[in-house]
């Protein structure tokens, strides 16, 4: 790269680069500009590079790019199809002082493509993300190419939490994540353990990161890395999943059972998404998430019609919604439009009758929501949530400095999940359960421990509805002015759709 114009180094002392001699260390990464590209073709990829860079011809020889020709044969017979000149902006990127030789290979002039990255969590952030920015779209223009990222987790925000979270929850479908445990290894049991965790003296964050692939955040988590661990455990996939997957199910609801339901509201613009999360609150030592709602791209009006829609499902439960902010149009559109009369109000200023439904979310309601949460939560451990999503929000959901709890700093981090589970569980604050239902007994702690609906709803109320269609390809009825026993009806007939008598 003699013909770099600016360039600046970053110092490596973690990888290796594959040379002719087997991986080598390497002192850093150059990365120069200069707006003069060639582009050569191979039938396996392409290589972009400065017209000065040299190319291995063979095991001795080398020649510029600006050198080459078509159909000319460089290292180990490869041959070039096609060459390009161009000018842009892009950054180039070259190796400094590879160990004991100047050659190494680079992906895009070999028969296979494969690009392993070790221990990416551990990289200094800002170099791990512009290095991604530059190879990524270079290595996914390859057809049969994989990439492959190795790490012990190294707290949560970085690229390699971003990359391993979003296979895990499904939202970057082109990934994959595996994880092995201290516990998968061969000769490793209990006295093990015991033994390693003396030597990390004793510390058990430091633990469940190195050796069980537990993603901890600094400063104080509302949930403990135990139960992390725990909830990871009993993760399923829903039962149905509705609404384009937006709405999930894992247990239909059952007659006579006691649901509610924690909202978040956000503006609908696929950033902070609108979340309903619901509760089975029947049995107090066994609360279970049986379905969520999650979607960051519908506006509050929208979503309020989801909800009404959702509440005739899980029998009229108490609507736990924060009347901030967009809360409070998802609220008004509830009662003035849908005229859904269960909406749990709490207001923190004892000394003044609210006017408005909802839950007025002031710094000491937060703090308490927070504490009931840990306390149903975190202390007793009765609530068993299936849903990824929400169990990493709550990996990333901590304590600052302040006081204050909410998602750590850093982009693409939310606590929408949380936050609507915290409402959820809202309604057991011994202060709103003695308000919206019968509370039969309590704990030692007073917290409820049994309760009974005041009011009870409508068996139809109960099932889920011709609203939401488990086939999102299934067609929709036409029967003004039709035939019943026409093609058109039998059609839809044998694809399970029923005429009224």
Request: net charge negative.
């Given at each position: 790269m003699a013909?770099?114009?600016?360039?600046?180094?970053?110092?490596?002392?973690?990888?290796?680069?594959?040379?002719?001699?087997g991986f080598?260390?390497?002192?850093?990464?150059i990365?120069?500009?200069?707006?003069?590209?060639?582009i050569?073709?191979?039938?396996?990829?392409?290589?972009?590079?400065?017209?000065k860079?040299?190319?291995?011809?063979n095991?001795?020889d080398?020649k510029?790019?600006?050198?080459?020709?078509?159909?000319?044969l460089?290292?180990?017979?490869?041959?070039?199809?096609?060459?390009?000149?161009?000018?842009?902006?892009?950054?180039v990127?070259?190796?400094?002082?590879?160990?004991?030789?100047?050659?190494?290979?680079?992906?895009g002039?070999?028969?296979?493509?494969c690009?392993?990255?070790?221990?990416?969590?551990?990289?200094?952030?800002?170099?791990?993300?512009?290095?991604w920015?530059s190879?990524?779209?270079i290595?996914?223009?390859?057809?049969?190419?994989?990439?492959?990222?190795?790490?012990?987790?190294?707290?949560t925000?970085?690229?390699?939490?971003k990359?391993?979270?979003?296979?895990?929850?499904g939202k970057?479908?082109q990934?994959?994540?595996?994880?092995?445990?201290?516990?998968?290894i061969?000769?490793r049991?209990?006295?093990w353990?015991?033994?390693?965790?003396?030597?990390?003296?004793?510390?058990?964050?430091?633990?469940?990161?190195?050796?069980?692939?537990?993603?901890?955040?600094?400063?104080?988590?509302a949930?403990?890395?135990?139960?992390?661990?725990?909830?990871?455990?009993?993760?399923?996939i829903?039962?149905?999943?509705?609404?384009?997957?937006?709405?999930?199910?894992?247990?239909?609801?059952?007659?006579?059972?006691?649901?509610?339901i924690?909202?978040?509201?956000?503006?609908g613009?696929?950033q902070?998404?609108s979340?309903?999360?619901i509760?089975?609150?029947?049995?107090?030592?066994?609360?279970?998430?049986v379905?969520?709602?999650?979607n960051n791209?519908?506006d509050?009006?929208?979503?309020?019609?989801?909800?009404?829609?959702?509440?005739?499902?899980?029998?009229?439960?108490?609507?736990c919604?924060?009347?901030?902010s967009?809360g409070?149009?998802?609220?008004?559109a509830?009662?003035?439009?849908?005229?859904?009369?269960?909406i749990?109000e709490?207001?923190?200023?004892?000394?003044r009758?609210s006017?408005?439904?909802?839950i007025?979310?002031?710094t000491?309601t937060?703090?308490?929501?927070v504490?009931?949460?840990?306390?149903?939560?975190?202390?007793?451990?009765?609530?068993?949530?299936?849903?990824?999503g929400t169990?990493?929000?709550?990996?990333?959901?901590?304590?600052?400095?302040?006081?204050?709890?909410?998602k750590?700093?850093?982009?693409?981090i939310?606590d929408d999940?949380?936050?609507?589970?915290?409402?959820?569980?809202?309604?057991?604050?011994?202060?709103?359960?003695?308000?919206?239902?019968?509370?039969?007994a309590?704990?030692?702690?007073?917290?409820?421990l049994?309760?009974?609906h005041?009011?009870?709803?409508?068996?139809e109320?109960?099932?889920?509805?011709?609203?939401?269609?488990?086939d999102?390809?299934?067609?929709?009825?036409?029967?003004?002015?039709q035939?019943p026993?026409?093609?058109d009806?039998?059609?839809?007939k044998?694809?399970?759709?029923v005429?009224?008598?």
């Open positions: 013909d770099l114009i600016k360039y600046k180094i970053y110092k490596n002392n973690q990888f290796e680069v594959l040379t002719d001699k080598k260390d390497f002192k850093g990464i990365i120069g500009e200069n707006t003069e590209k060639i050569l073709h191979f039938k396996f990829g392409k290589l972009v590079c400065t017209p860079h040299k190319i291995m011809i095991d001795i080398y510029f790019a600006k050198d080459l020709k078509q159909n000319d460089i290292y180990n017979n490869i041959q070039i199809t096609k060459i390009e000149q161009t000018n842009n902006n892009d950054l990127y070259e190796l400094l002082d590879v160990q004991d030789t100047h050659k190494y290979f680079v992906n002039i070999l028969s296979h493509q690009l392993i990255l070790d221990e990416l969590a551990f990289v200094q952030e800002n170099m791990a993300q512009e290095f920015n190879v990524i779209p290595i996914s223009s390859y057809e049969g190419t994989k990439v492959f990222v190795v790490s012990t987790p190294n707290g925000g970085n690229l390699f939490h990359l391993y979270t979003g296979a895990e929850s970057l479908q990934w994959v994540s595996e994880s092995i445990i201290w516990s998968e061969p000769g049991n209990k006295k353990k015991e033994a390693m965790e003396q030597a990390l003296l004793n510390e058990s964050k430091s633990f469940a990161q190195e050796f069980e692939n537990q993603f901890l955040e600094t400063g104080q988590s949930v403990d890395s135990d139960l992390l661990k725990r909830m990871r455990a009993i993760v399923r829903p039962l149905i999943a509705l609404e384009n997957g937006m709405y999930k199910i894992w247990e239909e609801p059952q007659v006579g059972h006691i649901y509610t924690g909202v978040d509201v956000g503006e613009i696929g902070a998404a979340v309903a999360q509760l089975d609150i029947t049995d107090l030592t066994n609360i279970k998430l379905a969520n709602y999650h791209n519908i509050p009006y929208h979503f309020a019609n989801v909800l009404n829609r959702m509440c005739s499902q899980w029998g009229q439960p108490y609507l919604i924060e009347r901030n967009c409070g149009q998802v609220i008004d509830l009662k003035e439009v849908y005229n859904y009369n269960y749990a709490y207001n923190p200023n004892s000394q009758v006017e408005r439904i909802g007025y979310n002031h000491n937060k703090y308490k929501g504490t009931n949460m840990r306390y149903w939560v975190n202390s007793l451990k009765v609530v068993d949530i299936y849903d990824i169990i990493q929000e709550m990996e990333t959901f901590v304590r600052h400095p302040n006081g204050t709890w909410k750590r700093h850093g982009d693409y939310y999940r949380v936050m609507s589970l915290i409402w959820a569980l809202f309604i057991l604050e011994p202060e709103m359960t003695s308000k919206y239902y019968e509370i039969a309590w704990d030692d702690n007073g917290m409820p049994k309760i009974n005041i009011h009870v709803p409508n068996p109320y109960y099932k889920l509805d011709q609203f939401f269609q488990k999102p390809e299934a067609p929709l009825p036409f029967i003004l002015g035939n026993d026409s093609d009806m039998n059609s839809l044998e694809q399970g759709w005429v009224p008598q």
